[in-house]
């Protein structure tokens, strides 16, 4: 079963830094490709950053790159987005979820299976 939970989400200011974390079932772990989204109403969801299953590689989003850093934690079945120097436009619902992608597709969310994502986590980034 794949299951998968965020956490994290807060109101914060300009600057400061933020990690938001996923718990992942051991299967979505082993299985998947785990990628963090991002959504602000009215727009789809964006890919931030992801962790493919083989060999672990990340692909990061330009708009994160040298921003978010994720990592996945395998003795704590938990994948982390470390997000640092928040702006305003970060302002979202972020989103963790698992698919199929082997490659920088898993930024993409067509290639998400639509049973896989958890609920959601908001992040407001308010002066």
């Known amino acids: 079963q794949v299951q998968l939970v965020e956490s994290g989400g807060d109101l914060v200011q300009p600057g400061v830094s933020l990690r938001l974390s996923c718990a992942a079932s051991?299967?979505?772990?082993?299985?998947?490709?785990i990628g963090w989204f991002r959504q602000v109403p009215g727009k789809g969801r964006e890919g931030d950053a992801c962790?493919?299953?083989?060999?672990?590689?990340?692909y990061y989003a330009d708009s994160v790159w040298g921003r978010f850093p994720s990592s996945r934690d395998s003795d704590h079945n938990a994948v982390y987005l470390q997000m640092s120097n928040v702006r305003f436009e970060d302002t979202a619902v972020y989103y963790c979820?698992?698919?199929?992608?082997?490659?920088?597709?898993?930024?993409?969310?067509?290639?998400?299976?639509?049973?896989?994502w958890g609920k959601g986590t908001p992040v407001t980034v308010s002066s």
């Open positions: 979820a698992a698919g199929y992608a082997t490659d920088i597709n898993c930024l993409l969310e067509r290639y998400y299976n639509r049973n896989y």
């Open positions: 051991r299967r979505a772990l082993d299985d998947y490709a």
């Open positions: 962790i493919i299953k083989s060999g672990g590689k990340t």
